[in-house]
C-alpha cells in the first residue's frame, strides 16, 4: 500500500481541482511526515503553504483539507478519525474539526491519507474515491437533500460498504455555521467553523469513500501486543460513559458550576439539568449504542422516539454538547425536544454549539427588547420554550426569515447587524460560538478559550479534566489541579495544547484519556506503527510546531493578543452559587504566563527564535 516507504501512511495525497474537473496524486516525503504527524498538523503544514494573508474562505483559491493520521486505518483504539481544515467563513481564521466515525478509516483502506480540493464546480459534484481511485461525478439528483437522505442514496450508487461525508441544505445555502456530516443517521459530525460552507461554495455535495487494504505497520505483532495491554483499562475504566453516552455528566457538571445557563447569566438548574441527562434518555428514549471504528469506550447512543410530537426520531442521541447548548444555554428542558433539533441539525448539516448560542444570543436579545415586534418573525423566544428553540433549528438550517439567516451567520456577525449592546452578550471568542463549558468553574478553560487557533475551544487543550479528575505524572501532574487556582494555568494550557495537536496528528480520540491512555502509550504506539526512535522530548515538539504552525497562519490574517480574549461576562459576573461559587477566572495574568512559556511576544506573535527552535525557521 506504501508509495514512499513510510510505515503508517500510504504516501498519497488527493489533489482535487474542482474548476478545472481534473484530480492527481501527490507524494509526501518522510521528512514532513515526520515533522507534522498527519491529521491537523499535516493540514496545517498544507494550508499554510497553500493560502496566503487575503484568501477569501468562500473562495475557489481556500482549499479544504481532509486529512487522516498514521494511526488511521490501524487497531488502536479509538483512531478511526479523521480532520478537515480550510480557512472559516465563520471566523475568517485558521478552522478544523476533527471527527471520528468511519470515514477517515476507510478513506485510508482505500489508498490514500488525505485529499485537497481546491477550485470551485459550477455545477453540483460528488467524488467517488475508492482503491486508489477518484473520480467527479454529478451530484444534481442530491442537491437538496439532508444529510441523512444523502448517505442513503450515495451508498446505493456506489457501494453498500461505503462510507459517506457530506454536507446537508445549510452548507448548500452557504450558512457560515455549517457543519460536514457523516455516517447517515449516526450522525458524526465535523460541526465546528462553517466547513460546510466552504464545502457548499465548492458545490461539493459529498466525498465517498470505499478501501479494504490494510496500512503496512513496522512492528505490528508488538503492536499488537501493547494493544492489548491497553484495552481491558480502557473498556473498564470508561463504563459509565458507554452506559450513559457524554451527556452522563451533565448533572455532576451542573452541581460543579460547569454546564452554561441561560446564555451564562444563571448559577444553578438543578432540576433541569436532571431532566436531560444522559441518565435521563437511559431511561426514557435510548434505543442503542454507536461505536466509532476502532472505539472500544462506545460514547455514541441512538435514541427513539415513538409517541407524541417528536415521534419518528430514530437517530443519533445529543451528545454533552448538544444537551448544554440548545438545552441548558437556552434552558429547555424538554429532552425529546432536544432530541428533535438535534436530528434537524445533523439533517440540515448545521453545528449543534453555535446553533444553540445563536438562539440563547436571541433569546436573551428579545428578553431585553433588543429583537422586538416583527423583527421576530413570529417566534416567541422566551427562555425554556422548547417549540420556539426548534423552530429556530429549523429557520437557522433552512436560511429561512430574516431572523434565521441572521442567527446563521453566527452571534459574532449577529450582534453586529443588531446593535445597540448585543455585543455584551454574544458569547464567542474570535467569532466562534463558546462550548458548554464554563471557564468559571475551570480556570484553564478561560486561557485555552482565548487562544485556541480556532475559537472557542474545550478541546484544543482538554485541560479541565486536570483540574477535576485525571493526572498525568508524565508530563509533570502528579495530582490534579484546583479548578480557581490562576498560577500555573498559562503553562498547563501550553503544555496540553502541544499534546492535543498530537491526538489530532495520530488521530486518537481525547475520551481515551478516561481509559488510561497516556502519553508513553502514544508513543509506544507511534514508535511501533512508524519504525522511528520517537523519544518524549521529540513527541512534545512536533505538538509544539503544529500548535505554531496553526497560530502563523493566523497571525498573518491580523491575530494577536487583541484576539486572545473572552466575554467581558465571564471574567466579570460570577454564577455566585453551586461549585463556581464567585470564582472569575484572571485571564491576564494566566494569558502573560502563556506567552512566556510559548516564548510569544506580549503582543502574542511566535519570536523568530521560538521558530528556529521548533523547526519552523524557513516560515
Same mark, same amino acid.
Given at each position: ?47 499554510? !503553504? ?48 476533527? @471527527? ?63 462510507? @459517506? ?20 443517521? #449516526? ?59 457524554? /451527556?452522563? /455528566? ?103 454549539? /453555535? ?22 418573525? *413570529?417566534?416567541?423566544?422566551?427562555? *425554556? ?15 429561512? +426569515? ?24 454574544? &458569547?464567542? @471568542?474570535? *467569532? ?43 508530563? +509533570?501532574?502528579?495530582? #490534579?489541579?484546583?479548578? !480557581? ?36 502509550? &502514544? ?7 512508524? +519504525? ?46 453551586? *461549585? ?40
Amino acid at each position: 500500500m506504501r508509495s514512499n516507504g513510510v510505515n503508517g501512511y500510504t504516501g498519497r495525497i488527493l489533489w482535487v481541482d474542482l474548476s478545472s474537473g481534473q484530480s492527481h496524486v501527490r507524494s509526501c516525503d518522510e521528512h514532513i511526515y515526520r515533522s507534522f504527524t498527519g491529521g491537523s498538523g499535516l493540514a496545517a503544514w498544507i494550508m499554510f !503553504h497553500e493560502t496566503h494573508a487575503r484568501t477569501a474562505a468562500l473562495s475557489a483559491e481556500n482549499p479544504l483539507v481532509f486529512t487522516t493520521g498514521p494511526f488511521t486505518g490501524t487497531h488502536i483504539p479509538t483512531s478511526g478519525r479523521h480532520s478537515i481544515a480550510s480557512l472559516s467563513p465563520l471566523t475568517g481564521i485558521w478552522a478544523e474539526s476533527d @471527527v471520528g466515525g468511519t470515514w477517515g478509516f476507510t478513506l485510508k483502506r482505500a489508498g490514500f491519507d488525505g485529499i485537497v480540493v481546491r477550485g470551485a464546480s459550477p455545477t453540483p459534484v460528488y467524488i467517488w474515491i475508492h482503491d486508489h481511485c477518484a473520480e467527479i461525478r454529478d451530484a444534481s439528483f442530491v442537491w437538496g437533500k439532508d444529510t441523512f437522505e444523502t448517505d442513503s442514496v450515495l451508498r446505493n450508487s456506489t457501494e453498500q460498504r461505503a462510507c @459517506v461525508s457530506c454536507i446537508g441544505p445549510a452548507g448548500e445555502k452557504l450558512v457560515p455555521i455549517a457543519a460536514i456530516m457523516h455516517d447517515g443517521p #449516526s450522525a458524526r459530525a465535523a460541526g465546528r467553523c462553517g466547513l460546510g460552507a466552504v464545502m457548499g461554495f465548492k458545490k461539493l455535495k459529498a466525498i465517498v469513500v470505499f478501501g479494504n487494504e490494510e496500512p503496512e505497520i513496522a512492528d505490528k505483532n508488538n503492536l499488537m501486543r501493547a494493544v492489548r495491554q491497553v484495552v481491558p483499562d480502557m473498556v473498564k475504566l470508561t463504563e459509565d460513559i458507554r452506559k450513559y453516552g457524554t /451527556s452522563g /455528566s451533565v448533572e455532576a457538571l451542573e452541581e460543579m458550576g460547569d454546564l452554561p445557563l441561560k446564555n451564562w447569566v444563571q448559577g444553578r438548574w438543578q432540576k433541569g439539568a436532571s431532566r436531560i441527562s444522559g441518565t435521563a434518555m437511559r431511561d426514557t428514549i435510548y434505543s442503542g449504542d454507536y461505536f466509532c471504528k476502532t472505539c472500544v469506550i462506545g460514547c455514541g447512543k441512538e435514541v427513539a422516539i415513538t409517541q407524541g410530537k417528536y415521534a419518528g426520531v430514530s437517530s443519533a442521541a445529543a451528545e454533552h454538547e448538544t444537551v448544554g447548548t440548545l438545552g441548558a444555554l437556552c434552558l429547555v428542558d424538554d429532552l425529546e425536544a432536544i432530541s428533535y433539533a438535534n436530528e434537524l441539525c445533523n439533517r440540515f448539516g448545521i453545528d449543534t454549539i /453555535s446553533t444553540g448560542g445563536a438562539i440563547a444570543f436571541a433569546m436573551e436579545a428579545c428578553e431585553k427588547g433588543i429583537i422586538r415586534g416583527e423583527d421576530r418573525d *413570529g417566534l416567541d423566544l422566551t427562555w *425554556g420554550n422548547a417549540d420556539a428553540m426548534v423552530e429556530a433549528v429549523r429557520r437557522i438550517g433552512t436560511r429561512e +426569515g430574516s431572523l434565521g439567516r441572521i442567527l446563521g451567520e453566527g452571534v459574532r456577525t449577529a450582534a453586529s447587524c443588531i446593535g445597540m449592546n448585543a455585543e455584551e452578550f454574544a &458569547m464567542q @471568542v474570535k *467569532g466562534l460560538e463558546l462550548p458548554a463549558h464554563d471557564p468559571r468553574c475551570f480556570g484553564s478553560l478561560a486561557v485555552g478559550y482565548a487562544t485556541s487557533n480556532r475559537g472557542a475551544c474545550h478541546l484544543q487543550a482538554y485541560s479541565h479534566p486536570l483540574e477535576g479528575w485525571i493526572t498525568m505524572p508524565g508530563l +509533570g501532574y502528579e495530582k #490534579s489541579l484546583d479548578p !480557581h487556582e490562576d498560577e500555573g494555568k498559562g503553562e498547563m494550557v501550553a503544555l496540553l495544547q502541544n499534546l492535543m495537536c498530537m491526538f489530532d496528528a495520530l488521530k486518537l480520540c481525547k475520551f481515551s484519556l478516561f481509559g488510561g491512555l497516556r502519553v508513553r502509550h &502514544m508513543i509506544e504506539f507511534s514508535s511501533l506503527v512508524s +519504525g522511528w526512535d520517537i523519544d518524549q522530548k521529540e513527541f512534545m515538539k512536533t505538538g509544539e510546531r503544529i500548535f505554531t504552525l496553526k497560530r502563523l497562519i493566523n497571525c498573518r490574517r491580523g491575530i494577536g493578543r487583541k484576539d486572545d480574549i473572552l466575554p467581558r461576562r465571564l471574567l466579570t459576573l460570577p454564577r455566585g452559587e453551586g *461549585g463556581a461559587g464567585n470564582y472569575l477566572p484572571d485571564l491576564g495574568k494566566m494569558l502573560s504566563e502563556y506567552y512566556r512559556v510559548r516564548g510569544w511576544t506580549e503582543e502574542g506573535v511566535p519570536t523568530r527564535a521560538k521558530l528556529r527552535e521548533v523547526g519552523l525557521d524557513e516560515l
